[in-house]
């Protein structure tokens, strides 16, 4: 399967902890991306890469998240301090942007839960 | 300020019935409207996408509507079946290549 990939697809922490998830994305995609979606709602965008570049952060994207891409292959989401509002489906998805359209293509997720 | 309206919240549709879902935008620098299929547990799934230089986009029994004017666009699924019993996601993009802002989302639940 060449699809993205996330891994964990499930994280289960303690309030207070560290949190770090990963995505591999369709490998000649360059464009990554990351969506939060919470129980009955659409996913929200938080940042997006283009190659290891970040371009765009969202002002939902506290201090407390920080996101990689080191060498414009998989990315790594870090949440420190977790809080229960953090609790949520993590959505990675990649593009490409030679492709002409703007077809991102969904990972599974990584359903974190904050106790 | 959601950029993306849909509606409505949930929808039950007979087999063999159309679905129909129903989404608004303001911004008109929008350039690329998709629509996503999202089964439990997963994440979501392109399902068909439209720009605003055509009117109608159909791939088999799905088939989308744009009017510019009234900036609304919606899906239909024609000849609705169970399997296509899952939450559809109809969002927007501007200046190719940039994020999506979602709409909340639609319940579809086909009756067999």
């Known amino acids: 399967d060449t699809g993205v990939s996330q891994d964990p697809r499930h994280k289960i922490t303690k309030r207070g902890q560290n949190v770090t998830f990963r995505c591999d994305p369709i490998?000649?995609?360059?464009?990554l991306y990351w969506y939060r979606q919470t129980l009955g709602q659409g996913p929200e965008f938080l940042t997006y890469f283009q190659n290891e570049a970040q371009l765009e952060k969202s002002r939902l994207l506290s201090d407390r998240f920080s996101a990689e891409r080191p060498k414009g292959s998989f990315s790594t989401l870090e949440i420190q301090r977790t809080e229960q509002g953090d609790s949520a489906m993590y959505l990675c998805a990649s593009s490409s942007t030679s492709g002409g359209y703007n077809e991102q293509f969904f990972g599974p997720g990584t359903r974190l839960t904050v106790l | 300020q959601q950029q993306v309206k849909q509606s409505p919240q949930s929808l039950i549709v007979q087999k063999g019935g159309i679905s129909i879902i129903n989404c608004a935008y303001e911004n008109t620098a929008f350039d690329y409207f998709p629509w996503y299929q999202q089964f439990p547990g997963k994440g979501p799934a392109l399902l068909i996408a439209?720009?605003?230089?055509?009117s109608e986009k159909k791939e088999g029994r799905f088939t989308i509507s744009f009017n510019k004017s009234a900036k609304q666009f919606s899906l239909h699924i024609m000849d609705s079946q169970p399997g296509d019993s899952a939450t559809y996601f109809c969002a927007a993009s501007r200046d190719n290549f940039n994020k999506f802002y979602f709409g909340s989302g639609t319940k579809l639940n086909v009756k067999p």
């Open positions: 439209i720009r605003p230089d055509v």
């Open positions: 490998s000649e995609h360059n464009r």
